[in-house]
């Protein structure tokens, strides 16, 4: 059986764009409005992309189903695999007490409000977001803060403000291993190349925003006088963060760039109190002033490596798995990355697979649409982080049934998370399979020279509904591909503006407001805090969205090429 798509199946586009984006809506107003929870916001959306794509879009019944069952097992291993052992990892660094010695390490490095804010919201919490991704670093940073005397409130304003830079590259580049895997048959490349292709692009855009974050975030805190007086800080924050961002994003790896950057800002902040402290200690009214201390005071130097050991061994796993795309050319003895992919499976979907026909002007020529599954066994950051937590369990003192413990901790503690994962990819799978993405991409296409622009903020409303950047790419990452390839824009710089505007929704997400609020005992505030994030998360995305616009136009040879 071969069905052929059809991308104006209520006659005009723009009507047929609408019935097309009710999964969407739905998604929005369940989150958003009603307030339903993200898993069962999630369910209703499947049901209503279910229901366009037989009903609207004709589509047979085996083959919307089957393309469902394959946005879940796509879901289960390209996205909960990763994700769920990026957050065990996290988990298994604080049941074996060893959180608690990098907390300390965070707490002795100064007295001063300022260069604390840069440590913990921004570079420890980019660390965080590398690492385990979701709403961790924004719960995590935003309670220690709060434990070191920081108004809780403008504690989780500081932790949402930060979390922007690092979460492209989030849960171990989770965001863009999905966006290549998705979008790598429409652009007519091999998955990892697509990945690759992202992570320097992105890697050419959120660079940008990293140097002037932690400046925003001391102006937020003090104001513009007192982030003056430590703009030394500020810039060496700014600056390590961005070019390791830069230098690892295009020559290492989606997985290890917000990990490597966040180390090194921290480090360069560790150097720079070496040799240079602010003028004055700014704490907050009513606090007792004190003398300023730097990192190598004796508090942060006891332990200070043996605190970090657990990064240091997923950093080394993660490094030794993608040796091979870092040092061409390797012998075969040393290649472990072609040795892990020996272990790949790739199987085509049965009843799916170029069943489904897919026409001009989507394709230069009918053609069919192919829905193959890579499953990467051993190479999988998921498979990675899973390897490191062990390890560096076992190196921490830490016996078997204590790991399983955590193991099964996780998954209780991850169980709704997980089953917003699997349905969002679903609802992707039924919506690119039927056509309602391509309707939406035609749709978008008709935006013509304003589209970067506007494709940043079709990022940051995804992020907005889904609290993912990962999700966010699932959604729109194939509409944002497809609608660039109508304008004769360069797919790859969509893809990338997707995932760099959605960063910016992270901050205003319903699920990290209240992340955030729990984390400090203060349920109710979220209104609160998205009344104070709200103007700054349109004003960030409106310059990722001039960047793309730009790149677009005047620095083309920004974008990478294959």
């Known amino acids: 059986m071969t069905w052929i798509q059809d991308y104006q199946p209520a006659g005009a586009l723009w009507v047929s764009a609408l019935l097309a984006a009710l999964p969407i809506i739905v998604l929005l107003v369940s989150l958003g409005v009603i307030r339903f929870s993200a898993h069962l916001s999630a369910a209703l959306a499947l049901v209503t992309a279910l229901g366009v794509a037989l009903l609207l879009y004709r589509m047979p019944?085996?083959?919307?189903?089957?393309?469902?069952?394959?946005?879940?097992?796509?879901?289960?291993?390209?996205?909960?695999?990763?994700?769920?052992?990026?957050?065990?990892?996290?988990?298994?660094?604080?049941?074996?007490?060893?959180?608690?010695?990098?907390?300390?390490?965070?707490?002795?490095?100064?007295?001063?409000?300022?260069?604390?804010?840069?440590?913990?919201?921004?570079?420890?919490?980019?660390?965080?977001?590398?690492?385990?991704?979701?709403?961790?670093?924004?719960?995590?940073?935003?309670?220690?803060?709060?434990?070191?005397?920081?108004?809780?409130?403008?504690?989780?304003?500081?932790?949402l403000l930060a979390n922007t830079a690092p979460v492209a590259f989030g849960g171990l580049g989770n965001p863009l291993i999905v966006l290549g895997r998705l979008t790598a048959p429409i652009m007519h490349l091999k998955q990892d190349q697509a990945t690759e292709l992202f992570s320097a692009a992105v890697g050419r855009q959120v660079p940008v925003l990293a140097l002037i974050i932690p400046a925003f975030l001391v102006v937020v805190l003090a104001g513009w006088k007192r982030m003056l007086e430590v703009w030394p800080a500020v810039l060496t924050a700014g600056l390590a963060f961005a070019a390791m961002q830069f230098v690892a994003s295009n020559y290492i790896s989606a997985s290890l760039v917000d990990v490597l950057a966040a180390l090194t800002a921290m480090a360069a902040l560790w150097i720079l109190t070496r040799f240079w402290q602010p003028a004055t200690?700014?704490?907050?009214?009513?606090?007792?002033?004190?003398?300023?201390?730097?990192?190598?005071?004796?508090?942060?130097?006891?332990?200070?490596?043996?605190?970090?050991?657990?990064?240091?061994?997923?950093?080394?796993?993660?490094?030794?798995?993608?040796?091979?795309?870092?040092?061409?050319?390797?012998?075969?003895?040393?290649?472990?990355?072609?040795?892990?992919?020996?272990?790949?499976?790739?199987?085509?979907?049965p009843g799916l697979h170029n069943h489904v026909v897919q026409h001009p002007p989507i394709t230069a020529k009918n053609a069919p649409y192919a829905a193959t599954l890579t499953v990467d066994f051993l190479f999988s950051p998921g498979t990675v982080a899973l390897i490191a937590a062990v390890i560096a369990g076992f190196a921490m003192g830490a016996r078997p049934k204590l790991l399983l413990t955590t193991y099964r901790k996780t998954l209780h503690q991850m169980r709704w998370a997980l089953a917003t994962i699997f349905t969002i990819l679903a609802i992707a799978f039924v919506m690119n399979y039927s056509g309602a993405t391509q309707t939406l991409g035609l749709a978008l296409a008709t935006t013509g020279v304003a589209f970067p622009l506007f494709s940043a903020y079709i990022g940051w409303l995804g992020v907005f509904l889904?609290?993912?950047?990962?999700?966010?790419?699932?959604?729109?990452?194939?509409?944002?591909?497809?609608?660039?390839?109508?304008?004769?824009?360069?797919?790859?710089?969509?893809?990338?503006?997707?995932?760099?505007?959605?960063?910016?929704?992270?901050?205003?997400?319903?699920?990290?407001?209240?992340?955030g609020a729990t984390a400090i005992g203060q349920s109710g505030k979220e209104g609160s805090l998205l009344r104070q994030t709200f103007l700054w998360s349109l004003l960030l995305t409106a310059v990722v969205g001039v960047i793309s616009l730009l790149q677009a136009t005047i620095l083309t040879a920004m974008i990478p090429s294959p």
């Open 281 to 349: 200690v700014w704490r907050f009214e009513g606090e007792e002033a004190v003398p300023a201390r730097s990192l190598g005071a004796a508090q942060a130097e006891r332990g200070a490596l043996y605190a970090w050991m657990p990064y240091i061994v997923l950093i080394l796993a993660i490094f030794l798995s993608r040796i091979g795309t870092i040092f061409k050319n390797l012998p075969v003895w040393l290649d472990l990355t072609k040795l892990l992919h020996k272990a790949d499976w790739i199987f085509a979907w």
């Open 61 to 159: 019944v085996a083959l919307a189903f089957d393309s469902a069952a394959m946005g879940v097992v796509f879901g289960g291993w390209s996205v909960a695999w990763i994700a769920f052992h990026a957050v065990y990892f996290h988990n298994v660094t604080v049941a074996t007490g060893r959180f608690d010695a990098i907390k300390r390490v965070l707490a002795g490095f100064s007295e001063d409000r300022r260069l604390q804010a840069l440590l913990i919201a921004f570079s420890f919490g980019a660390l965080l977001e590398g690492v385990a991704g979701g709403g961790s670093p924004i719960a995590i940073t935003a309670a220690m803060m709060a434990a070191l005397g920081f108004p809780p409130v403008k504690a989780v304003v500081l932790a």
């Open 466 to 515: 889904t609290g993912s950047d990962a999700s966010t790419n699932s959604l729109f990452g194939p509409m944002q591909v497809i609608s660039a390839q109508q304008l004769n824009l360069n797919p790859i710089l969509a893809g990338a503006t997707n995932t760099s505007g959605g960063v910016m929704g992270k901050m205003i997400s319903p699920q990290n407001l209240s992340i």
